[in-house]
């Protein structure tokens, strides 16, 4: 997800999105523990997902 379409969104759905990155992202991390993934960059890509989400969320709430 690129950093224009998190800001671009409204902070109740970001919020959404972000409960649901951070679920499919210890999902992930469950799986791989279990069984590899097979492409295991997707949990590099889905942590810094939440890292933007989150860096958003928190310029939001500071510009307030």
């Known amino acids: ?3 224009e ?3 671009n969104m409204p902070t109740n ?3 959404e999105k972000l409960k649901s990155a951070e ?3 210890s999902k992930m991390l469950l799986n791989h523990a279990v069984s590899p993934l097979a492409n ?3 949990i ?3 942590r810094r997902d939440i890292a933007r989400i989150k860096t958003v969320l928190r310029q939001r709430e ?3």
């Open 1 to 3: 997800m690129k950093i």
């Open 40 to 42: 295991s960059s997707q």
């Open 5 to 7: 379409d998190i800001k």
């Open 13 to 15: 759905e970001l919020a």
């Open 44 to 46: 590099k890509a889905s």
């Open 23 to 25: 679920a499919e992202y």
């Open 62 to 64: 500071l510009n307030k």
